[in-house]
């Protein structure tokens, strides 16, 4: 048995100034910027306690918005969601791209889930 819940939504940002970027979004949805950021690609909106989270990333593709889908089990969620029709467009180290049957891009990401994350589901 694995877990997995919708984890954050991420904006693909292409071009300019990933600051200026994450100031926008930060503005349109009252959210604050994250104050030191681990990585420069990535910058994280920081909300109220519950609310979904929300990460700005720097891409070389166009611009875009897609969800990353949080698991213990990395390699047991792709293969569930394969059987629902999902392809796999990608594999890196901590995630997998993947593609729904819609033609939208998605993100399969390992994460630190415990027995009490809220808004998770067991999976056979």
């Given at each position: 048995?694995?877990?997995?819940?919708?984890?954050?939504?991420?904006?693909?940002?292409?071009?300019?100034?990933?600051?200026?970027?994450?100031?926008?979004?930060?503005?349109?949805?009252?959210?604050?910027?994250?104050?030191?950021?681990?990585?420069p690609?990535?910058?994280r909106?920081?909300?109220?306690?519950?609310?979904i989270?929300?990460?700005?990333?720097?891409?070389?593709?166009?611009?875009?918005?897609?969800?990353?889908?949080?698991?213990?089990?990395?390699?047991?969620?792709?293969?569930?969601?394969?059987?629902?029709?999902?392809?796999?467009?990608?594999?890196?180290?901590?995630?997998?791209?993947?593609?729904?049957?819609?033609?939208?891009?998605?993100?399969?990401?390992?994460?630190?889930?415990?027995?009490?994350?809220?808004?998770?589901?067991?999976?056979?």
């Amino acid at each position: 048995m694995h877990r997995s819940r919708l984890g954050e939504l991420v904006i693909d940002c292409e071009g300019g100034d990933i600051d200026s970027h994450a100031a926008f979004w930060a503005q349109t949805l009252g959210r604050k910027v994250e104050a030191e950021p681990k990585n420069p690609r990535y910058r994280r909106l920081i909300g109220e306690a519950g609310e979904i989270g929300v990460l700005l990333q720097a891409v070389d593709h166009p611009a875009r918005v897609h969800l990353d889908i949080e698991t213990d089990d990395l390699s047991q969620e792709v293969a569930r969601l394969e059987k629902l029709g999902a392809l796999i467009v990608e594999r890196f180290e901590n995630w997998t791209v993947m593609e729904a049957t819609s033609g939208h891009r998605f993100c399969v990401v390992k994460s630190q889930l415990t027995e009490g994350d809220a808004a998770t589901r067991s999976w056979p």
